[in-house]
């Protein structure tokens, strides 16, 4: 069974940082794009960022770039998404996800074409 398991949500103030992890498990995605999408309450998913398989390219939506910080580990099958300079607007259930297309070097922002996704964790900026 695939599974894509995120941790490293929380409660922070605005102006801090958080580091998502997210784990996948039951198949290597060492050849397949991963990222992170977003929920806010009331609203749709939003992309957040992705990384192709080598880390050889990155994208990002406007509303994080230069504040979040996507990689990821082959090695042991990780992707992460680092936060830094949060702001209330960031307040959402945080979704790991995958692609299932190997070797891809382009990146979309659109949620299906992710077909894995993680079950979500939540990140609260308060201020």
């Known amino acids: 069974q695939v599974q894509l398991v995120e941790s490293g949500g929380g409660l922070v103030q605005t102006g801090g940082s958080l580091k998502l992890s997210c784990v996948a498990s039951?198949?290597?995605?060492?050849?397949?794009?991963m990222g992170w999408f977003r929920q806010a309450p009331g609203k749709g998913r939003e992309f957040v960022a992705a990384i192709t398989w080598n880390s050889g390219r990155t994208v990002y939506s406007d509303s994080v770039k230069g504040r979040f910080t996507v990689s990821r580990d082959n090695s042991k099958n990780t992707v992460t998404l680092q936060m830094n300079s949060l702001k209330s607007e960031d307040t959402a259930i945080y979704y790991c996800?995958?692609?299932?297309?190997?070797?891809?070097?382009?990146?979309?922002?659109?949620?299906?074409?992710?077909?894995?996704w993680g079950q979500g964790t939540q990140v609260t900026v308060s201020s």
């Open positions: 996800v995958a692609d299932t297309v190997v070797l891809r070097d382009t990146l979309s922002t659109t949620d299906i074409d992710y077909t894995y």
């Open positions: 039951g198949r290597t995605f060492s050849y397949n794009p």
